[in-house]
């Protein structure tokens, strides 16, 4: 009907100024032959050119508010004018609650509809207006069965027995799906809604449908986002805020991990006024399950009663993991006890590939390996325990680093814990304070990999014995 009544208003619009042009026009010519000026042809023609502008102009500004008023007729009069107020208000829906209130507001008290809207892929009903019709089992079960694998989304209009037709005017109601949601709207006047007001409610509904989903989804990673800020901040706690006063030995560490949570842990535990021990490790993957083993590892090593017994700590590690029944979780770690006093360092390395000791000889610093002499643990059998022994010297500086730090590449794919560079700068920040030293490394592998985003956590301990 808003069509018709808009294809006619603007039809005869446009016959009324085109009359008006042809007068015009015609009454022109004579006027100029009567005046008798020496008026050229390009000037009538020119005039009547510009006439001809200016009723374009006026046809067309004429023709949208003859649009306007038969729109505001057909949509804001009358029957239609209830599915036009739900639209307007739609418009400022945010939430499935809003949505419910004007399907209660407008539909269901101003326009006696009566409503169900079914979130079809969990076959759930999310909103049933309180009449015998939408909560009757029967009709439910109807529709479900009828509609229930419908996936097509569009709009649809609903006979008398609750089946498909096409005519709007021999229906009975009408629904639409969008984003797997099915919005059943049944009303005895449906025949009496201009058929064009159905592709506006569509595209309203479609709009809502989207908003919804959207915020929903931002919600949610809101959520997600202020738990894992809590489970980060948690596991900081794990690590040590501030380094022992130890005599002797001056510790540092630094640690940033990928994502807020990491796999990567560090500890340092005085054991006595001569005895640290250092400890430095990975978990695993990221996320919740590495974070959750982390903690479990570092509470483990904390709450032992006697630390000095390496391979009893490794076994305990080994044994709290494999309880934990994750399958694909295990740690690799270094964990090493200093004796100041002796000159040592006793340590077990499972299977860590970068723990160094840089010690100064004649001929300058040199670099020697701390080798790994255990297997990965929490996730195989371990054989028997060796725990290795290192001779100390004034000035030595001992690294643990996790992976994050050899293994960043360069734009050729070479790894930096390969170069000859990686060695020099060791060996030049050797003589530098712990800060200073874990400073000159991380510049290092941040100007290695050109800036570009990291692929792994970067954790680093540094500990000098002091001369």
């Given at each position: 009907m808003y069509q018709a009544k808009r294809?006619?208003?603007?039809?005869i619009t446009n016959v009324i100024l085109i009359a008006v042009l042809t007068y015009i026009v015609i009454n022109l010519i004579p006027a100029i032959k009567i005046n008798r000026r020496p008026y050229s042809i390009a000037f009538t023609c020119g005039t009547v050119g510009i006439v001809f502008c200016v009723m374009t102009i006026l046809s067309r500004t004429l023709a949208r508010l003859v649009t306007e008023k038969?729109?505001?007729?057909?949509?804001?009069?009358?029957e239609t004018l209830i599915l036009h107020d739900f639209i307007e208000k739609l418009k400022f829906c945010y939430s499935y609650d809003e949505f419910y209130q004007i399907i209660a507001e407008v539909l269901e008290i101003e326009g006696d509809c009566s409503c169900l809207y079914i979130d079809q892929e969990k076959e759930y009903i999310l909103y049933n207006s309180p009449s015998s019709l939408t909560t009757s089992p029967e009709v439910t079960d109807k529709i479900r069965r009828n509609y229930g694998n419908k996936k097509q989304d569009g709009i649809y209009f609903l006979g008398a027995n609750y089946?498909?037709?096409?005519?709007?005017?021999?229906s009975r109601g009408f629904f639409m799906i969008n984003s797997g949601?099915?919005?059943?709207?049944?009303?005895?006047?449906?025949?009496?809604f201009d058929s064009y007001i159905?592709?506006?409610?569509?595209?309203?509904?479609?709009?809502?449908?989207?908003?919804v989903t959207t915020i929903s989804d931002l919600t949610e990673i809101s959520s997600l986002s202020k738990e894992w800020n809590q489970l980060a901040e948690t596991q900081r706690s794990f690590l040590p805020p501030v380094m022992p006063v130890i005599s002797k030995l001056s510790v540092a560490a630094y640690y940033r991990p990928l994502v807020n949570v990491s796999g990567d842990y560090y500890t340092v535990l005085p054991i006595s006024e001569t005895k640290t021990l250092l400890m430095l490790g990975d978990v695993s993957g990221k996320g919740l399950a590495a974070a959750l083993v982390m903690g479990l590892v570092m509470n483990t090593v904390k709450n032992l009663e006697n630390k000095e017994n390496l391979a009893g700590v490794i076994q305990a590690v080994d044994k709290a993991i494999k309880g934990m029944k994750l399958q694909d979780k295990y740690t690799v770690v270094f964990i090493?006890?200093?004796?100041?006093?002796?000159?040592?360092?006793?340590?077990?390395?499972?299977?860590?590939?970068?723990?160094?000791?840089?010690?100064?000889?004649?001929?300058g610093y040199k670099i020697k390996p701390l080798t790994s002499n255990c297997s990965l643990v929490g996730i195989i059998d371990l054989p028997e325990i060796e725990?290795?022994?290192?001779?100390?010297?004034?000035?030595?500086?001992?690294?643990?680093?996790?992976?994050?730090?050899?293994?960043?590449?360069?734009?050729?794919?070479?790894?930096?814990?390969?170069t000859k560079l990686y060695q020099e700068t060791i060996k030049a920040s050797a003589a530098k304070t712990p800060n200073q030293f874990i400073?000159?490394?991380?510049e290092l592998v941040l100007s290695y990999s050109g800036g570009k985003k990291l692929r792994d956590d970067l954790t680093m301990m540094v500990a000098k014995v002091e001369r």
């Amino acid at each position: 009907m808003y069509q018709a009544k808009r294809r006619t208003a603007i039809l005869i619009t446009n016959v009324i100024l085109i009359a008006v042009l042809t007068y015009i026009v015609i009454n022109l010519i004579p006027a100029i032959k009567i005046n008798r000026r020496p008026y050229s042809i390009a000037f009538t023609c020119g005039t009547v050119g510009i006439v001809f502008c200016v009723m374009t102009i006026l046809s067309r500004t004429l023709a949208r508010l003859v649009t306007e008023k038969v729109a505001e007729q057909s949509f804001e009069r009358g029957e239609t004018l209830i599915l036009h107020d739900f639209i307007e208000k739609l418009k400022f829906c945010y939430s499935y609650d809003e949505f419910y209130q004007i399907i209660a507001e407008v539909l269901e008290i101003e326009g006696d509809c009566s409503c169900l809207y079914i979130d079809q892929e969990k076959e759930y009903i999310l909103y049933n207006s309180p009449s015998s019709l939408t909560t009757s089992p029967e009709v439910t079960d109807k529709i479900r069965r009828n509609y229930g694998n419908k996936k097509q989304d569009g709009i649809y209009f609903l006979g008398a027995n609750y089946g498909v037709v096409t005519n709007p005017k021999q229906s009975r109601g009408f629904f639409m799906i969008n984003s797997g949601h099915q919005f059943f709207i049944f009303c005895r006047y449906t025949k009496l809604f201009d058929s064009y007001i159905y592709n506006t409610l569509y595209e309203e509904f479609s709009r809502f449908q989207s908003r919804v989903t959207t915020i929903s989804d931002l919600t949610e990673i809101s959520s997600l986002s202020k738990e894992w800020n809590q489970l980060a901040e948690t596991q900081r706690s794990f690590l040590p805020p501030v380094m022992p006063v130890i005599s002797k030995l001056s510790v540092a560490a630094y640690y940033r991990p990928l994502v807020n949570v990491s796999g990567d842990y560090y500890t340092v535990l005085p054991i006595s006024e001569t005895k640290t021990l250092l400890m430095l490790g990975d978990v695993s993957g990221k996320g919740l399950a590495a974070a959750l083993v982390m903690g479990l590892v570092m509470n483990t090593v904390k709450n032992l009663e006697n630390k000095e017994n390496l391979a009893g700590v490794i076994q305990a590690v080994d044994k709290a993991i494999k309880g934990m029944k994750l399958q694909d979780k295990y740690t690799v770690v270094f964990i090493g006890i200093v004796d100041t006093e002796k000159m040592t360092i006793r340590y077990v390395n499972a299977s860590m590939s970068d723990p160094l000791i840089i010690t100064k000889s004649p001929n300058g610093y040199k670099i020697k390996p701390l080798t790994s002499n255990c297997s990965l643990v929490g996730i195989i059998d371990l054989p028997e325990i060796e725990v290795a022994e290192q001779r100390l010297f004034r000035g030595d500086v001992i690294l643990m680093a996790s992976d994050g730090v050899s293994e960043v590449m360069d734009d050729k794919g070479v790894e930096l814990g390969t170069t000859k560079l990686y060695q020099e700068t060791i060996k030049a920040s050797a003589a530098k304070t712990p800060n200073q030293f874990i400073n000159d490394v991380v510049e290092l592998v941040l100007s290695y990999s050109g800036g570009k985003k990291l692929r792994d956590d970067l954790t680093m301990m540094v500990a000098k014995v002091e001369r």
